[in-house]
């Protein structure tokens, strides 16, 4: 079915800016809202922020919230996560995900396609 493709990762120090590319095969993304989920060693998956499609419903984790910014270019098949101040506790493996149903949803069992993921490494 849909396949997303994270890109755009690496390592950097704290205070870098990274941003983060999520292509979807083909025109896959339809109407989907499109979300971001990160993953620390040793914890669970978290969210990120998300965006609808029309772009008109955009919400963040209040870790992240001042300092990444999501969008999406629907023309493209793409969404973007750009990452600046990044921090230590930045550090993970970075998921987009796409949702047929919501305009707006933080949990993972929501989505219903995932990318591979992308490695994010902070150093301080």
């Known amino acids: 079915q849909v396949q997303l493709v994270e890109s755009g990762g690496g390592l950097v120090q704290t205070g870098s800016s990274l941003r983060l590319s999520c292509a979807a095969s083909?025109?896959?993304?339809?109407?989907?809202?499109m979300g971001w989920f990160r993953q620390a060693p040793g914890k669970e998956r978290e969210f990120v922020g998300s965006?609808?499609?029309?772009?008109?419903?955009?919400h963040y984790a209040d870790s992240v919230k001042g300092r990444f910014t999501i969008s999406r270019d629907n023309a493209k098949n793409t969404v973007y996560l750009q990452m600046n101040n990044l921090k230590p506790g930045d550090t993970g493996v970075y998921y987009c995900?796409?949702?047929?149903?919501?305009?707006?949803?933080?949990?993972?069992?929501?989505?219903?396609?995932w990318g591979q993921g992308t490695q994010v490494t902070v150093s301080s």
């Open positions: 995900a796409a949702d047929r149903y919501n305009l707006y949803s933080n949990y993972v069992g929501s989505y219903d396609y």
């Open positions: 083909g025109r896959a993304f339809g109407t989907y809202t």
């Open positions: 965006i609808s499609w029309a772009g008109d419903n955009i």
